[in-house]
């Protein structure tokens, strides 16, 4: 090697200033949270209601008193008259009776409650989400749609039950704060659990067969071990957008994340309602859904149910114990031969560092590019489909990676959608250069479109976070789409 000494210095000083700048541009406007995000439905209440008791979460499971529930409200609303007058206006109202207001609150008076502050404006259609209620009954599939109320398993609907605080408390919340609002009814997918293959495929053919006209399944490829990759389709439109999860096993939640979104744009789309201000129904006649929820079905089964579950048991704990002592698979995020899937790509994969040199958790670049059937799946319907935009799930950090060498107008495309997708989500970015090798970098230099690596939740695979996960995400798909739409728009 004839590099002088000091076009080398050059160089590293270049890199070291370019890389101090670039981490000060990220400081500097660095997105700020979206509003509430950050709160949750107990901290909230207690910003408003004086009661060092009543209001802590640790009670949440205790009965609520009308009283109570009235003094909640009161707070919640922000009434400006005495508690008594406002106690009075309710007992007018027929909320309940002046008598009673020493028992335990209804679930149909808590409602009664919670349409003070969102009207639902003559919307009484009960048709989608509770069995047995009938049209001209309590709204409940408005609430639930809006993501105020919870739509239990059995979907039944029981308006004498007495109702917890904390009930009482995220239905208050939720209603007063949208950016609180909670899982939209879900029907089909139930995210907030470990979220298997099984039963994944499952809710895949169950949303398939409840929304013929709008899903069609497709399987694309199969894992190393026989299980299938799925795509399923959403819409008619001629610009396609690609939106993947757990490609990394460990980053699990990904997928009913993802399924959670494919099932809430259909629902709304079937019904012609608009989710979050967003015209799904429209949207989805200008653009294409491609949700390939689970990338590493092999992977995602090691993690969630242990070696016992998977054909290569014996050789992930070999694998495991060599790397990290024990046989904690937790953290595994490759495939089941030990590769990590998101370095399988060809765009800079001769060049990578930092890679492990054998089958490893993550880091292991394989033998070759596109070894492994679930990275060569990937990449095959990529080039068949030639989606118009990207959105790989990925944990975690709640920040969003999605450069890699682009200049020009594609440099200034990609950087206007990632701060978009910034302000939505309140989601941090980043532009460092990277190391090649993933799905991510080989979409935006094969096919020149914007490719965002999406990393949600501060923690891997805690449900504790879904909540956070899903207000932030919910609209990403379809914010995404009104973007790509934009950008095509101008080249017209
Ligand atoms: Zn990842």
Redesign the pocket.
């Known amino acids: 090697m004839v590099y002088s000494q000091k076009s080398n210095w050059r160089l590293f000083l270049f890199i070291l200033l370019f890389n101090i700048s670039a981490f000060l541009i990220v400081q500097l406007v660095r997105f700020p949270e979206v509003s509430g995000a950050r709160q949750d439905e107990w901290s909230y209440v207690r910003g408003l209601v004086e009661s060092d008791e009543m209001w802590e979460q640790e009670h949440g499971h205790l009965p609520v008193m009308r009283y109570d529930a009235a003094q909640l409200f009161f707070a919640v609303e922000q009434r400006e008259e005495e508690f008594a007058d406002y106690l009075n206006i309710l007992v007018s109202q027929g909320v309940f009776s002046e008598e009673e207001i020493w028992r335990e609150l209804l679930r149909e008076e808590l409602y009664r409650l919670m349409e003070r502050l969102e009207p639902s404006n003559g919307n009484s259609r009960n048709e989608s989400y509770f069995l047995g209620v009938a049209d001209g009954d309590f709204p409940v599939d408005f609430y639930a749609r809006l993501g105020i109320i919870d739509v239990p398993f059995d979907r039944q609907y029981r308006p004498d039950d007495v109702v917890t605080r904390q009930e009482a408390v995220f239905v208050a919340v939720r209603a007063a704060l949208p950016a609180l609002r909670g899982n939209n009814a879900p029907v089909v997918v139930q995210p907030k659990q470990w979220y298997t293959y099984e039963t994944m495929r499952a809710d895949l053919e169950r949303l398939a067969t409840a929304y013929p006209e709008l899903l069609v399944l497709h399987v694309i490829g199969e894992s190393v071990e026989g299980r299938a990759i799925y795509a399923m389709r959403l819409g008619t439109g001629k610009t396609e957008i690609f939106l993947d999860g757990s490609?990394?096993a460990s980053?699990w939640l990904t997928t009913p994340l993802l399924m959670k979104m494919m099932e809430e744009y259909a629902h709304h789309a079937k019904y012609g309602y608009s989710f979050g201000g967003y015209d799904v129904a429209g949207l989805l006649e200008e653009v294409t859904f491609w949700f390939i929820p689970m990338v590493n079905p092999d992977g995602v089964t090691l993690v969630l149910e242990g070696p016992g579950a998977v054909e290569h048991g014996a050789f992930v704990r070999q694998v495991a114990s060599a790397h990290n002592g024990s046989e904690d698979f937790s953290d595994w995020?490759a495939n089941i031969r030990g590769v990590d899937l998101?370095r399988q790509f060809p765009t800079g994969w001769q060049g990578m560092v930092n890679v492990k040199r054998a089958a490893a958790p993550s880091h292991y670049k394989g033998i070759a590019p596109l070894s492994e059937p679930e990275a060569l799946a990937l990449f095959e319907f990529t080039l068949d489909r030639r989606p118009a935009m990207v959105l790989s799930y990925?944990?975690r950090g709640e920040i969003i990676f999605w450069y890699y060498r682009q200049d020009g107008e594609q440099l200034a495309r990609d950087w206007r959608i990632v701060r978009e997708m910034a302000t939505l989500t309140g989601y941090s970015w980043d532009f460092y250069l990277t190391n090649g090798g993933k799905y991510r970098d080989w979409v935006i230099r094969e096919l020149g479109v914007p490719a965002l690596i999406m990393e949600v939740g501060q923690r891997i695979g805690d449900l504790g976070e879904w909540d956070r996960i899903w207000r932030q995400n919910r609209y990403g798909g379809l914010r995404a789409a009104e973007l790509i739409l934009e950008e095509l728009d101008k080249k017209k």
Request: hydrophobic share 0%; proline share 0%.
């Open positions: 490609n990394h980053e995020k998101n990925h944990q």
